[in-house]
């Protein structure tokens, strides 16, 4: 079996790993990504910083975040990493302390503004039905030369395992481009969050970002605990369970 999925090396895999999720998230090309990564800059030096920067967030947040989960599939003939996921395993309710995500990579000015509120918008819909323990699928991602090979359904099969032996539902915000993933698996499209991040005081840094992202729609996907979703049967998750 040639591609095979295992957990992150977290000492030497996020640079392989992050260059294997940009070029992953700009085939299709996603403007939200503007949101999560630092500018794109003109040359080779700029991309080299931004790949860093990005790699060395990650492996932060990883290494301080005892939720946080990442696997890897490898294409054992080459070496090369053909996708990754990073899946958030909550034994707890994820929204019991209030939390926000400080976007550092971003200039101290109107973008990083929009960023924070973008993130904040992004949470709304799971805090008010998923305040449980969950797996949650934050990233997943596929290099465009593995595609429809079954890289990302290794990560899924593994989640959905995970999530049945701790008895536990699974959340995941879907962009278009990953949806039909999370229906072939079942998953329920319980509520649809277009993000719009607004202000009454838009600077310059703003109104750039804001054309860059354009409106961004995810769709906050569920998978009740052992599976089996029924539409019209299965009782969705609510406040009032
Ligand atoms: C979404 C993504 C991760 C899928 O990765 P993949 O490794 O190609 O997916 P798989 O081969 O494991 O697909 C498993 C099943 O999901 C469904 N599926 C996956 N991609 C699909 C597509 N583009 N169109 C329709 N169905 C698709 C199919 O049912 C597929 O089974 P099949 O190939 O036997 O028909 C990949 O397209 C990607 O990385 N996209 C860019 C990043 C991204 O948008 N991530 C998701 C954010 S929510």
Known sequence: MPLELSKLDAE??????????????????????NVYFAPRGEDETAH??????????FADWHANDPSSYWQKVVDTETGEIAGGALWNIHLDNPFAQPHSLEVTWLPDDGSRKFAEEFLRQYDIPRALVGQKPQVYLFIIFTSPAYRRRGVAQQ?????MNKADELGVEMFLDATPVGKPLYEANQFACIKENIIIPETETPDEAWKKIDSQVGTVTFHLMWRPIHGNYVEGKTMLPGNNE
Do not use: I
């Open 48 to 57: 080299e910083e931004r790949l860093k920067e990005a790699s060395n967030r």
């Open 155 to 159: 990560f899924m099969s593994w989640g």
């Open 12 to 33: 030497v895999d996020f640079p392989a790993l992050t260059k294997c999720l940009f070029e992953s998230y700009d085939n299709p090309l996603q403007n939200f990504v």
